[in-house]
């Protein structure tokens, strides 16, 4: 056989360790997931240790938004063009040894210091991960299976944080939510220098676009530091509208810049697509309501119901486990024979009647009776949806461009996070203080006046979480086109990066959905 035709065959081969690689890309994912939530219940602990005031404690979380959801569009494209093993075996080092620095913390400066540094890590980590994926799974069938085990990672690593963090900081201490991060770590980088191979050829050779960096770096933190900003500072305030605003010009800059750079950070082509523009829009709404879900959920089972903080993780579990169960079982199996709307429309409207059974939530509601149903329904719908979105978030992008487009997918997800977090806290805590301010009058019992405005607040806002939760059932609906597995060449045809050696015809990505 001519060199050539050698070569072609064997690069078409699929990579005989491939299924190894998904349990160490799947480790390094659920470590970042799980550090989005299991430092908030370690925080009182924390807060009280390093003598962090009431104002500054939002900044634990905050320096690790930021710095997270401002990088990932930098991360993704640094990974198509160092490469996505190297930047994906950096972002694991790096995230450990900021996790360590937090775990010795001394001070708040410390603390906060490290936060960033492990946003800053996860920022290139995430999109190498989820850009490996695409490219090591090159039969759809499989590559859709792939994607069910990374969507019930991402899903549900939020809800094992929560439990993780509660048992670490009840029985050992705090700073074990940053120590347990290095186990995590050192594994997925002995696994990765082991049986993680980066196909050749797939790499972006373009040179950086450095006005991009700044202006989506600058965009994306302004837009998500003024969510942050409104949870405390409120809606109306000008801090919060200006960087609304700076957000806003910021952001509309990039977009100009790079529809006319030569080589943009981020391709139009990439977020044109109507399967994979669709994709972010629903993935980061649905994102909304998870998140602000959880939040109401552990606010209400600890101050109202009086959960420990380990019991409150256990509460979460049916929701990991149909997370897990939808995304292998159902969304992975159904694909095969359904189309991608076909999943995620009627995923995010299961998604929505779960969070449905919550806005019915009082002071005496029972765990099975109240709170298990819309868990687990909640599970299923998200399991069902993500599988295809997430699928769809890479689907027919150059390998050049996969870093990019999975940091799309990632930054989506992040400003979703962002978002419901400060919008629907906002929303409850208005709806608590109007419900007390109209009931004090005849309330002979403060404490359960208090209980009973809470649980209102949270009501109230968990009706916003239908109604976005149902927005992404509708965005799905109207902009996912795909229809049933099957592999195509990737168009390679579009202007924007110029030439790149990921441009022949074997150099084509298999697409899931098409």
Do not use: C
């Amino acid at each position: 056989m001519p060199p050539t035709l050698a070569a072609n065959a064997e690069k078409a081969l699929p990579d005989p360790q491939r299924w190894k690689a998904l349990v160490f890309i799947s480790i390094a994912q659920l470590m970042v997931v799980l550090d989005a939530t299991i430092v908030n219940i370690a925080l009182p602990s924390a807060q009280q240790d390093l003598h962090i005031s009431d104002a500054n404690k939002q900044w634990v979380i905050t320096a690790y938004a930021l710095a997270f959801g401002g990088l990932l569009l930098f991360g993704g494209r640094v990974a198509d063009l160092w490469g996505r093993k190297r930047t994906f075996v950096t972002g694991l080092i790096g995230f450990a040894l900021a996790s360590a620095i937090g775990g010795f913390a001394g001070n708040e400066a410390t603390l906060l210091g490290a936060r960033a540094a492990q946003g800053a890590f996860g920022a290139l980590l995430a999109p190498a991960a989820l850009s490996l994926l695409a490219t090591t799974f090159t039969d759809a069938k499989e590559q859709i299976k792939a994607f069910g085990v990374f969507s019930a990672i991402a899903g549900g690593g939020g809800a094992v944080g929560l439990l993780l963090g509660g048992v670490l900081t009840e029985y050992l201490d705090w700073r074990w939510t940053f120590f347990a991060n290095i186990p995590f770590a050192v594994v997925a980088v002995l696994g990765a220098y082991l049986v993680i191979r980066e196909p050749e050829g797939s790499r972006n050779q373009s040179p950086l676009d450095i006005p991009g960096v700044v202006l989506s770096t600058l965009g994306l933190v302004s837009l998500v530091y003024g969510f942050t900003r409104a949870e405390s500072a409120g809606w109306s305030s000008i801090s919060t509208i200006g960087l609304f605003v700076a957000a806003a010009v910021l952001l509309a800059t990039f977009v100009a810049v790079e529809s006319k750079v030569r080589h943009p950070l981020l391709p139009m082509r990439v977020i044109a697509d109507r399967n994979r523009g669709g994709s972010y829009l629903s993935l980061g709404l649905a994102i909304i309501g998870i998140f602000g879900v959880s939040l109401f959920l552990t606010y209400y089972l600890q101050v109202i119901q009086g959960y420990s903080a380990v019991k409150t993780g256990l509460a979460f579990l049916p929701l990991v486990v149909a997370l897990i169960i939808a995304s292998t079982q159902i969304g992975a199996r159904l694909v095969n024979r359904l189309s991608a709307r076909a999943l995620m429309a009627p995923g995010y409207a299961v998604a929505a009647i779960g969070i449905l059974l919550f806005t019915q939530l009082d002071v005496d509601s029972s765990y099975a009776g109240g709170i298990l149903p819309g868990l687990v329904l909640l599970g299923l719908g998200l399991g069902t949806a993500f599988t295809p979105g997430i699928a769809l978030s890479t689907n027919g992008v150059e390998p050049r461009d996969a870093g990019v487009a999975s940091a799309m997918a990632n930054t989506s997800q992040q400003v979703g996070g962002a978002i419901g977090t400060a919008l629907l806290n906002t929303v409850a805590a208005t709806a608590t203080t109007d419900y007390l301010a109209s009931h004090v009058a005849g309330a002979s019992d403060a404490k359960l006046l208090q209980a009973q405005g809470l649980v209102h607040g949270y009501a109230h806002a968990t009706w916003w979480a239908v109604g976005i939760e149902a927005v992404a059932a509708v965005l799905a609906l109207i902009f996912v086109t795909a229809g049933r597995p099957g592999t195509v060449k990737v168009d390679s045809s579009e202007g924007g990066d110029g030439p790149s050696d990921a441009g022949s015809a074997q150099d084509s990505v298999p697409v899931v959905l098409h």
